[in-house]
């Protein structure tokens, strides 16, 4: 059974940072893409950053570049996304993605909120 559990969002105030962690299995994890999506209320969802599963490439949404970090660890079977230098408008929830030519799979999220 394939399984993204995303864990580490809360409540921060702006300039703060928080870790975001996935824990996948069910799956090869290491052969996957792994990405970090959000979605704000009212908004669509957005892809906030990507790491590559062979060549560990990365890329990051223009609004987060220079303040979010994309890492896996391909023995642990996670992904997380470190997050400094939270601004109000980072608020969404938060979700992990595992993608492939043969299969697409989904966290269910976690909430970030940045908020004084």
């Known amino acids: 059974q394939v399984q993204l559990v995303e864990s580490g969002g809360g409540l921060v105030q702006p300039g703060g940072s928080l870790r975001l962690s996935c824990a996948a299995s069910?799956?090869?994890?290491?052969?996957?893409?792994m990405r970090w999506y959000r979605q704000a209320p009212g908004k669509e969802r957005e892809l906030v950053a990507t790491m590559t599963a062979t060549a560990g490439s990365t890329n990051y949404a223009d609004s987060v570049k220079g303040r979010f970090t994309i890492s896996r660890d391909n023995a642990k079977n996670t992904v997380t996304l470190q997050m400094n230098s939270l601004k109000p408008e980072d608020t969404a929830i938060y979700y992990c993605?595992?993608?492939?030519?043969?299969?697409?799979?989904w966290g269910q999220g976690t909430q970030v909120t940045v908020s004084s």
């Open positions: 993605n595992a993608v492939q030519y043969w299969g697409n799979y």
């Open positions: 069910g799956f090869t994890f290491s052969r996957y893409t």
